[in-house]
């Protein structure tokens, strides 16, 4: 008879047992009696008893124990477990929901044992996909039954959540919010595109550009973001001042001004370095050959160097793009919008289910463009297709 003489899988292992211990020993939960009180915590015996936290952790130990000896059949039972734990966390909360808040007042609050658990296990899951070697659409699509269940669990049980009742009370200011975060956001990559193509085609050109160029990016990368729309708002204010047509459009010492050319300086060296790389890095046989077959300068370079250099710029775009959605959230401070306001609006009310009202759309849209640009990077690199 076959042994199985794989050794255990060590970070399968130690993210199971320290899920186990966070949601043992730190609070699931916290009910408010309403909006201004601080919340009590409750812990997971203390909302369903020792006997029922006892049976929570059987998934726990399942999970330690398929790590201790995998195989694929055992990693592949795992990811499906561990499917099924992200889905039963609305769930803990449903049952929560309605044992503990007992009045139309009483706010539900996500306590960090959650977090914790949620975090632990999304890190199970990458690693279990990357062990078994599943494609990015299948990674999404083992989301949807959590997203489903959440989805299900907000339409009937968790009405006293209180991320919930903040969302339900700033539903339209939040839907706005959200495009003036986009807004932002795709204004700042796309003009950082093209500023960023055409400082790296300068720089190829002219060797000079180059060396000077990437000192004042690093240098433009050093500054702080706060101090940086700081430095704005006079020039811009005097600017405003004295320039009609500046004002007409709405430039002004605060305001989306100071923020968007922030952004910019900001996206510039990622997107100027990535260009300038990929442009370089193209095999000069190949440059060769196309030129040997008639090509001109500028059918080399549109035919040839770009394609090649496209899955490199790609990423800089990626990268610039999910570095911009999360200073973008700091721009509020300057009175730009966006999901930032509800962030700083909590810390001054002391409202953490607010400040997660704007840090977690932020979270998303930061974890959605990476995962797609980095899907279009693959599909677009040499053999990504296949």
Known sequence: MRQDTAGPNVVLLTLSLVALAAWLGLDTVSVAANRIVPGTGYRVAEVIGISG?????????????????????????????????LSALPVWLSLSA???ADSAQARL????????????????????????????????????PPVASAGLCLALWLEPLALWQEYRSRSGQFLGAVGE???????????????????????????????????????????????LFGLLL??????????????ALGVSGIGWAPALLALVGYSLLPMVRNTFVALEAVDPGVIDAARGMGMSRGQVFRQVRLPLALPVILEGIRITTVQAIGLTAVAALIG????GTFIFQGLGQAAMDLVLLGALPILVLALLVDALLGALTDILRPGGAE
């Open 53 to 85: 936290a006892l049976v929570t952790c059987v998934p726990w130990l399942a999970l330690a124990g398929l790590a201790w000896r995998p195989t694929p059949r055992r990693l592949a039972l795992g990811l499906a477990l561990v499917v099924l734990m």
């Open 98 to 100: 309605v044992t503990l």
């Open 109 to 144: 609050g996500i306590g960090a044992g959650i977090w914790v658990a949620l975090f632990l296990l999304l890190l199970l899951m990458i690693e279990l996909r990357t062990r078994l070697v599943l494609s990015r659409p299948i990674g999404w699509a083992l989301l949807l």
């Open 181 to 227: 975060h986009l807004l932002l956001v795709g204004v700042a990559v796309g003009t950082s595109l093209v500023l960023g193509v055409v400082l790296a085609l300068a720089m190829r050109r002219w060797p000079g550009v180059q060396k000077a160029g990437f000192g004042v990016l690093n240098f433009l990368q050093t500054i702080p973001s706060i101090a």
């Open 234 to 247: 006079a020039p811009l204010a005097w600017l405003s001042a004295h320039v009609d047509w500046l004002a």
């Open 336 to 339: 730009a919008g966006g999901l």
